[in-house]
């Protein structure tokens, strides 16, 4: 069984790419940025991780939920 490790994000290129990948949906939950020509772009970007993202807002170390819907 693997375990959780935490490292400094310039240790790992996927540790970058989680960090960015976080910041990217944090900033789109929040709807931050009042510039058109941001949103666009992370629009763009979203599109492009969107479809390999499995679930939001939740982690289930089993990969099964113990319940339906926020606690």
């Known amino acids: 069984m693997d375990t959780l490790h935490?490292?400094?994000s310039h240790a790992s290129r996927l540790v970058q790419a989680v960090d960015?990948?976080?910041?990217l949906?944090?900033?789109m939950a929040s709807g931050a940025g009042?510039?058109?020509r941001e949103a666009t772009t992370n629009t763009r970007l979203w599109s492009w991780v969107e479809p390999r993202r499995y679930h939001s807002?939740?982690?289930?170390?089993?990969?099964?939920?113990?319940?339906?819907?926020?606690a």
């Open 34 to 36: 009042a510039d058109p």
């Open 57 to 70: 807002w939740c982690w289930h170390p089993t990969g099964r939920p113990t319940h339906e819907g926020p």
């Open 6 to 8: 935490f490292a400094p």
């Open 20 to 23: 960015l990948v976080t910041f």
């Open 25 to 27: 949906f944090r900033r």
